[in-house]
């Protein structure tokens, strides 16, 4: 079975700061890793995710993940962050290749500062 | 193409009543998840239906159920409605999740219980 932490459930950030919303997850099999979106009064959007090759997966909106399989994290981050970047931010994985549901973590709230 | 779409969005019941809650995948999409998603437990997965058959179950009682129809549509039910059962109720349609492939989630249904 795997598991998900997101370590945050909050970060506040002041706008054109950096940022980092912190993942890390355990599985015994081989993984996918997603990041979704969840903008106010809205569902899910898929932000970006890893399915193999490349550890370093963008999205098209300035931000990025990096999987890193020794540290087993997938932690999302953008350089400069806007106020339309608030938002809840959850991490997800899933086991390769097999039909077991997809874990969600808790999530992460990015507060956007003035 | 039209997005998963869920209705309604609003839903008042009270304890002991039930409800029934409806998901119309994207068109193509097999896989229709559900999840709850609550402030204090964040989305909490109910269940995943592939091509009518029950693929996947979370941790929840027996008061929740669901099927899924030919056409891909999905609803869920929950009998005997308590206090705790209020929630947005998100779904999630996919073409298949086994291949890594996004979930495009619904806006969800948001059920109060009084």
């Known amino acids: 079975a795997q598991s998900v932490t997101q370590l945050d459930s909050q970060v506040p950030v002041f706008e054109e700061a950096p940022v980092e919303l912190r993942c890390n997850y355990s599985?015994?099999?081989?993984?996918?890793l997603f990041w979704y979106v969840q903008y106010p009064n809205q569902g899910l959007q898929l932000l970006l995710k890893y399915l193999s090759g490349s550890t370093l997966v963008e999205s098209i909106n300035g931000f990025e993940a990096e999987f890193n399989k020794s540290q087993t994290s997938f932690h999302l981050r953008k350089p400069s962050v806007h106020i339309s970047d608030t938002a809840e931010y959850f991490c997800a994985v899933s086991a390769v290749n097999r039909d077991d549901k997809i874990i969600f973590g808790k999530g992460t709230r990015l507060h956007i500062l003035p | 193409k039209a997005g998963v779409t869920q209705t309604p969005r609003y839903l008042i019941k009270t304890r002991g009543q039930q409800v029934t809650l409806s998901c119309s995948p994207i068109s193509g999409h097999r896989s229709v998840s559900w999840y709850q998603q609550t402030p204090g437990q964040g989305l909490q997965f109910l269940f995943e239906y592939f091509s009518e058959t029950q693929r996947n179950k979370g941790n929840f009682p027996g008061r929740f159920s669901g099927r899924q129809f030919s056409n891909s549509r999905s609803e869920m039910n929950v009998s005997t409605l308590e206090l705790g059962d209020s929630a947005l109720y998100l779904c999630?349609?996919?073409?298949?999740?086994?291949?890594?492939?996004?979930?495009?989630f619904g806006p969800g249904t948001r059920l109060t219980v009084l």
């Open positions: 999630a349609s996919s073409t298949d999740r086994v291949l890594g492939n996004e979930q495009f």
């Open positions: 599985s015994s099999v081989s993984v996918y």
